[in-house]
């Protein structure tokens, strides 16, 4: 795991360093509502519907840093009842694809780290494994993007695979 961690990290800095020095100097913050599907070794166990933040820092006009903190809902499968948590970090790339009616459309595609944790009634899991997503985003003012998107994280329990399957919908806000 920590070898998987160390190479997403290093291509991370490295295509940081490829947008040169110079920082695009804006931030931004979201916010998500979400529904995830909870899968158990490919067996659907159940869905929650959630929500998130995130914040991020734009190094240019479609490369991003971003850092999230999910809640990804609960449900019950059989005795069994769950929740599950989610820390990310994340590589955004964001760029513009289309003008509808001079409102921008971006497509997004994420790669990152997330620290999962899996509360259930027979105990707390924790995992950190590697992350992706895409989704798309609808300008509708100059600071605020619609956002529609897919995150998949992942996580062993007791040697079987866990996969969280994420749908939101929600607001980019770009200071």
């Not at 040169?20 to 979201?30: D, M």
């Not at 449900?75 to 820390?87: E, I």
Request: glycine share 14%.
């Amino acid at each position: 795991m920590n070898k998987i961690l160390g190479i997403v990290l290093a291509v991370a800095v490295s295509v940081m360093g490829l947008t040169g020095t110079a920082f695009a100097g804006s931030y931004y913050a979201t916010l998500q509502g979400t529904n995830t599907e909870f899968d158990a070794s490919g067996t659907d166990i159940g869905d929650g519907v959630g929500g998130g933040i995130g914040f991020g820092a734009n190094y240019n006009r479609w490369l991003a840093a971003e850092v999230t903190a999910d809640y990804l809902g609960s449900d019950t499968f059989g005795s069994v009842s769950f929740a599950g948590r989610s820390l990310g970090a994340w590589i955004v790339v964001d760029p513009t694809i289309a003008t509808i009616s001079s409102m921008p459309l971006k497509v997004t595609a994420r790669v990152g780290v997330t620290r999962t944790k899996l509360s259930t009634t027979v105990g707390n899991f924790y995992d950190t494994d590697p992350a992706y997503g895409a989704g798309i985003a609808l300008g509708v003012s100059k600071h605020v993007d619609v956002t529609l998107d897919y995150r998949h994280r992942s996580m062993d329990i007791l040697g079987g695979d866990v996969d969280f399957h994420t749908v939101g919908l929600g607001a980019k806000y770009t200071f």
